[in-house]
């Protein structure tokens, strides 16, 4: 085969058409793109649900050219607008979402289980009873996104703080209920 010439594959392109058969790949690279993301955007042009609205027809008229008779105005109205913090009011959660717990820190025997029960007859979920070190004041503590629970459940505690749970308090529950010395019965 020293004389022959070389073969090429049957599908091998004829030299010197390397360039044409780049620009064609390219152009089918651009095209199937198109076609593509231009489907992806018809699509999520068309998931919107948002209607859209006609751009409003403004007419002028007056009682006179819709003869109606109209009674002088008696008095006018005036719109302040303020500006400033604005509050977002959190609507709690039903007790039957909520988990507490109660943890006696003022000493008295038997005292955090019949909060507990009388947690339970509101319809809490309630873990049960345990004990805490002494503490003078009651405390509320609450998980993130259980503040308004507890500001609510804080009624039933007029002498306790509301805070955040402590970092190194380990409870299942959305609200722990610590009663001190401060807590009456």
């Known amino acids: 085969m020293s004389g022959s010439p070389r073969r090429r594959g049957r599908h091998a392109a004829p030299r010197g058409d390397f360039a044409r058969e780049l620009a064609v790949m ?10 593509v993301f231009g489907g992806l955007w018809v699509m999520a042009d ?17 009682a006179a050219t819709l003869g109606i ?7 006018t109205s005036t719109t302040t607008t303020t500006t400033g913090p604005t509050t977002t009011t959190t609507v709690p959660r039903p ?16 005292l955090a289980g019949r909060v507990t029960e009388e947690l339970a007859g509101d319809g809490y979920r309630t873990l049960p009873a345990d004990n805490h070190s002494p503490l003078d004041t009651s405390r509320i503590w609450y ?6 629970e507890a500001e609510l459940l804080a009624a039933s505690f007029p002498d306790a703080v509301v805070e955040p749970v402590p970092a190194d308090l380990v409870s299942e529950a959305d609200i722990v209920v610590v009663l001190g010395a401060s807590y009456e019965e």
């Open 26 to 35: 390219v152009a089918g690279i651009l095209a199937v793109g198109l076609v």
């Open 46 to 62: 068309l998931g919107d649900d948002t209607p859209t609205q006609a751009e409003p027809t403004r007419t002028t008229a007056t």
């Open 69 to 75: 008779t109209q009674p002088p105005p008696t008095s």
């Open 95 to 110: 007790p039957g979402e909520v988990t507490v717990q109660v943890l006696n820190g003022k000493g008295v025997a038997g």
């Open 143 to 148: 998980k993130p996104g259980f503040q308004a």
